[in-house]
């Protein structure tokens, strides 16, 4: 189960089944359609296990694909087709959540996530460098706006934990807009935080840019191919 033809089967499975569960979750949709789209479910999940007995058949080590990282990931994917008969309404909540293990398998398989993943792992350091800047920055802004905004508004800012809230949403530029500081030099300090935040949006998209444009494995097979 390693031919293209059957990779682009199993992506299209795994895309329409989850279209279905979320189409599923909508109170308005027919009764007929809502049963189809459970049965679609199951036999995906049918299809899923089929699989996932062709994957244990066919490899060379059954015992380490098992247990390997890809064979957990196939294994998680089936459960919650298998078991949704029978079960509660608690229950199928808890089994929907572990459909979401179906976009793993996509990375196996899809080329551009593929070629994400080799950048997110050839720049691994630089990003665990950046995400501990960027917690020391977010701990610094909820110190500092909580300093300035706390008297002003206790309600709003009563704790650094709770300014933290504020500090996120200003860091990644969504600014909600819930919690907004009111003194001069609460506001003062917002500008600057805005233009750290602009600054902590493009760093990591710098790196995954900068990673796939130096792609080892991608400049070897155009090499090939030239």
């Known amino acids: 189960p390693g031919t293209p033809l059957f990779e682009r089967i199993s992506q ?58 890809w064979g957990i990931i196939d294994f998680i994917a089936v459960i919650p087709s298998l078991f949704i008969a029978g079960a509660d309404l608690k229950a199928l909540r808890a089994i929907r959540l572990l459909r979401l293990f179906r976009l793993l398998k996509l990375a196996r398989t899809s080329t551009a996530l593929i070629r994400l993943g080799n950048a997110f792992k050839d720049q691994r350091y630089e990003f665990a460098v950046f995400g501990l800047l960027s917690i020391l920055i977010l701990y610094i802004a909820s110190v500092v706006v909580y300093t300035f905004e706390h008297e002003a508004q206790p309600d709003a800012f009563p704790s650094i934990p709770a300014a933290m809230w504020w500090a996120v949403a200003t860091l990644t530029t969504v600014g909600y807009g819930d919690v907004y500081p009111i003194t001069a030099g609460g506001r003062v300090f917002t500008g600057v935080v805005l233009f750290v935040g602009l600054g902590l949006v493009a760093v990591p998209t710098g790196l995954i840019a900068t990673a796939l444009q130096h792609d080892p494995k991608e400049n070897k097979s155009e090499d090939s191919t030239s």
């Not at 109170?27 to 007929?32: Q, T």
């Not at 049963?35 to 380490?64: H, Q, W």
């Open 12 to 69: 299209g499975i795994i895309i329409l089944s989850l279209l279905a569960m979320s189409i599923s979750t909508m109170s308005s949709i027919p009764s007929a359609l809502r049963v189809a789209l459970i049965t679609f479910d199951v036999i995906a999940g049918i299809v899923f296990a089929g699989e996932y007995a062709m994957r244990i058949y066919f490899a060379k080590d059954r015992r380490a694909y098992i247990f390997s990282f």
